[in-house]
Nanobody
Framework: VHLVESGGDLVQPGGSLRLSCVAS????????MDWYRQAPGKQRELVAS???????SYVDSVKGRFNISRDNAKNTVYLQMNSLKPEDTAAYFC?????????WGQGTQVTVSS
């Protein structure tokens, strides 16, 4: 599988960003997809997940602020991030929720700072 994340940027606290991840090499619609993040010096953290039919889940720290969605026709998963906080600063990665596909993309950097 090949995963390409985009959409990261420098944004002020309270701002919004929309991340995208395009997946190729898999039958995208049948797999759940995850968004992870990793801040410097910290372990990679699961942020949000979405099943093939659109059921979502979130880590408590982003509930009510982030929204994960997918477009199976475009092989793309999105992460809409609102009310961003400095503690959201991290590299964000998408991942196929399957042991069959351990690959990671290059990630996209989100920096929240004034």
């Amino acid at each position: 599988v090949h995963l390409v994340e985009s959409g990261g940027d420098l944004v002020q606290p309270g701002g919004s960003l929309r991340l995208s991840c395009v997946a190729s090499g898999i039958v995208f619609s049948i797999y759940a997809m995850d968004w992870y993040r990793q801040a410097p010096g910290k372990q990679r953290e699961l942020v949000a997940s979405i099943t093939g039919v659109g059921t979502t889940s979130y880590v408590d720290s982003v509930k009510g602020r982030f929204n994960i969605s997918r477009d199976n026709a475009k092989n793309t998963v999105y992460l809409q991030m609102n009310s961003l906080k400095p503690e959201d600063t991290a590299a964000y990665f998408c991942h196929v929720k399957s042991l069959r596909y351990p690959d990671w993309g290059q990630g996209t950097q989100v920096t929240v700072s004034s």
